[in-house]
């Protein structure tokens, strides 16, 4: 523990990120102790109240609890970021460790695909496998999935470039004249000594899958019933908040959004900090 | 600059533009569904459209897509269409064609887009620049470096949606939205059009700048570091050569180098976070059409406008591709492997 602190004072980062990670999973954990969730769904008639004692955050244009909201939405929203990131760097691990492994023909085909993937936009990507969807009424699991579909190219594209360059290693020579075989060489050698890196890129991922999913909820494709954080700009959209001045309706999910997001970010430059030592870098 | 390279990335250009616009023709065809039908079907019941249109807009679409003819057909049809810029008719604005209404909404998007990116860029990399010189003050880079993190890590409309609030209903500074007010033609040789158009536009470009300029600032800024290491900045420096010299032609000059390769790869994410940001605008450029043909299902629309975006997108990556070499001298393509 100890060590633990030590360490976290020379990687301000990584504190900072990881603690405000904690921050927001205790904010939707203990936080639903005090809240009946029944209020971020049923519409009331107390509409557009400013923060009060019965209302800490305040209500929307339908009456819902916005604290309820924010504590039920937060989970929703990491947790979508959570299941897109598994899932991307689940299949990034696989491809880039075929790519930068196999090398010749098979690595071409994976890097052309990946760059050509790389360069069409996935949130318009995303747009149009949404069309698909229309009228169906997504929850919060299926956008985690559809946002996975996007979420691989990127941990693979630079998975396959820390294969690439762990592969000449002295220490896999003398795994593989030890007679390993190339699975026991990856499961033992490559992941092993990649696991900083790999944790990281999870970090990269679920940010990238919460600001895909932010951007198609705030467009209105999405669990539209629910209250992830997308969705409610969408309604602060939709119900014009800005031109009523409902601040309080802005500030709640711009909050949580710019928390969440700057946490994963900060996390990511501090595992960073672990995973290439060499490429010190102040923040 | 290496005939091959050359080569290479042309065929890039094209893999890419095949596959976005197969991805457009397989997509629907996947579902199953019909989209024209469908819309004829919501149409006559809810907006009382005639049944002779309707019908006369369905045999248009299965004339025009050739929609009869087996699948392979069907699908050299639609590339060469798509590669003619040939959407067909947009749905809900029938009949007005899907380019005609891409030409008319990009042209209100595409100046500020260009411009917000514009000045992002070069604001972004002489700040981080400046940050990362190792002339400037260390409590400057304290104070301004975590609100970067902050801006640089957030989408551009969540800045938007504040800036919005504060600056436009607030303080009543600026315009709240629309790219022009709404007693106005559009008339683009009138200067008074075109002053107010510069006015909306203010906002929109403010908060594409703070986040992408937050961005590159604090890559170039650690890219300095980098090269204020490097034996030719010590050797300039013995040389006792002027500062201003060292930090313009030594420094900036090599640490630009890879914020170039991140703006073609930033390109697609600015675009379609503009789109975001011009529906809470209420801004009628290309994004708001966007994110309205997803709400009223209309398909070709849509299918149009993401082709355009991803074909811009293409094309810009594929001129920064042939730019970089000639910025960069000491690159070579020859061995360019993976």
Known sequence: MRGFIDYVKRNPALGIGMSMLLFLILFTTVGRLFIDPQNAYKQTIFLNQPPSREHPFGTD?????????????????????????????????????????????????????IDIWMTIPSFLILILISTILVGVDLKVTEMGLIVAIVSWAGPARAIRAQVLSMRERPFVWMAKLGGMRTLEIVMKELVPNLLPFLVMSLSQSVYGGIMASLGLEALGIGARREPTMGMTLFYVNYYSAFLLGLWWWILAPVSVIVLTLTSLVLTSIGLDEIANPRRRRKV | MHLNYVIRRVVFLFLVIWMAASINFLLPRLTGRDPIKEQMLIQIASQGRKREDAQNMIDTYTRIFGLDKPLWQQYITYISNTMRFNFGYSIINYPRTVMEIIINRGRLTLPFLSVAIFISFVLGVLLGALLGWNKTPQWV??????????????????????????????????????????????????????????????????????????????????????????????????????????????????????????????????????????????????????????????????????????????????????????????????????
């Open chain 1, 61 to 113: 244009a339908q009456g819902r609890d916005l604290f309820t909201m924010m504590v039920l939405g937060t989970g929703m929203t990491l947790q979508i970021g959570a299941i897109a990131g598994a899932i991307g760097l689940g299949v990034g691990i696989v491809l880039g460790f075929v790519a930068g492994y196999a090398g010749g023909f098979v690595d071409t085909i994976i890097t052309s695909l």
């Open chain 2, 141 to 338: 880079n304290n104070i301004v470096v975590p609100p970067m993190l902050v801006f640089s890590s957030v989408p551009q409309y969540l800045v938007a949606l504040v800036l919005i609030y504060f600056v436009a209903f607030r303080m009543k500074l600026l315009p709240m939205g629309q790219p022009y007010p709404s007693t106005m033609m559009e008339n683009w040789s009138d200067p008074k059009f075109l002053l107010a158009y510069a006015r909306h536009a203010v906002l929109p470009i403010l908060s594409i700048v703070v986040v992408e300029a937050s961005g590159w600032a604090l890559g170039m800024r650690a890219m300095m570091v980098t090269v204020e290491g490097e034996d030719y900045t010590t050797f300039a420096e013995a040389r006792g050569l002027k500062q201003s010299r060292i930090f313009f032609r030594y420094l900036l000059r090599n640490a630009m180098l890879p914020s170039l390769t991140g703006l073609a790869l930033r390109l697609g994410f600015i675009i379609t976070g503009s789109a975001v940001a011009e529906t809470f605008f209420s801004y009628n450029g290309l994004g708001s059409t966007l994110g309205a043909a997803i709400g009223q299902f209309d398909f070709f629309l849509l299918y149009g406008i993401v082709y355009i975006m991803v074909l811009s997108i293409a094309l810009a990556t594929f001129i920064m591709d042939m730019v970089y070499p000639l910025l960069d001298p000491r690159i070579t393509y020859k061995a360019q492997k993976g």
